[in-house]
């Protein structure tokens, strides 16, 4: 690699290392086989947890609750509530990143269902079919298919928004060969101030987000294999690898 390659992963690597679901030591693999990775957030995300509902989530800290979470956001702002206590929960979770923060803050043996997407958790719980209701924890954009999947199941859903997010579109001035999508959100932050070439292969890390991208694109779209941020960028990696060129790849967090 140039001296001027050298110098942009170690940039990179700096500002991956304060971001969250992707470790740094994959940009370096991925540079070593002459991949560039960009980075790039097109969402914001802050807690939105006013007095009433810090109120309401610490009486649910006292009770043994089935609990539903599709956000790392969610998982960050509910346990900002109650540091270092954890609640006699059940959790239903998706993705490895969401997983991973639940584990870290409410423990392992509190998971008791996880899925690839909303609709494939949603599935996973009506399926224990003894479950009359959930706390779901969401922000103010949340999907609709989990919720409705479970309400059409005869599922209460006590629904408490924890986090808010906001667009924050702007001008991509690179051609990529790849751009990787994190979430529906970011999809359409992207495509509200951006247009792409039509060889530019769109992943996503979900089927939701891959639909949201077929709003806005007829371009090959490829879904994650497994679920979660780096997965997603390893598979576009082993991607580009297979094609022997110098390829860009920019990610668009969640």
């Known amino acids: 690699c140039s001296e001027a390659l050298v110098d942009a992963v170690q940039y990179l690597v700096e500002l991956v290392a304060h971001m969250r679901g992707i470790d740094p030591a994959m940009l370096r693999e991925a540079a070593a086989d002459d991949i560039i990775i960009d980075t790039a957030s097109f969402i914001d995300t802050k807690s939105s947890i006013d007095k009433n509902t810090e109120q309401e989530i610490r009486q649910l800290y006292a009770q043994a609750s089935t609990v539903v979470f599709t956000s790392m956001n969610a998982v960050e702002a509910v346990a900002a509530v109650e540091h270092n206590h954890q609640p006699s929960w059940k959790i239903f979770c998706i993705g490895e990143t969401t997983a991973s923060l639940v584990k870290q803050h ?17 599935a996973v719980i009506i399926k224990r079919a003894s479950i009359p209701e959930v706390v779901f924890f969401c922000g103010d954009n949340r999907r609709p298919e989990l919720p409705a999947a479970l309400m059409d199941n ?31 959100s970011a ?14 292969i769109l992943f996503a890390i979900g089927q939701t987000t891959g639909d949201t991208i ?14 979660g941020k780096e997965e997603l960028a ?6 580009f690898k297979s094609a022997n060129a110098l390829h860009q790849l920019i990610k668009l967090l969640l």
């Open 187 to 200: 999809v359409e932050s992207f495509f509200s101030s951006n247009t792409i070439d039509s060889n530019t």
């Open 234 to 239: 390893r598979q576009a990696v082993a991607y």
């Open 106 to 122: 409410f423990g392992e043996a509190a998971i008791i269902g996880t899925a690839g997407s909303a609709q494939e958790l949603a």
């Open 154 to 184: 005869n599922i209460k859903v006590n629904e408490k928004v924890v986090y808010k997010t906001s667009f924050t579109p702007h001008l991509i001035d690179k051609k990529y060969d790849g751009i990787l999508f994190f979430s529906p």
């Open 214 to 227: 077929k709003k806005f694109s007829g371009n090959r779209i490829i879904t994650g294999t497994v679920p």
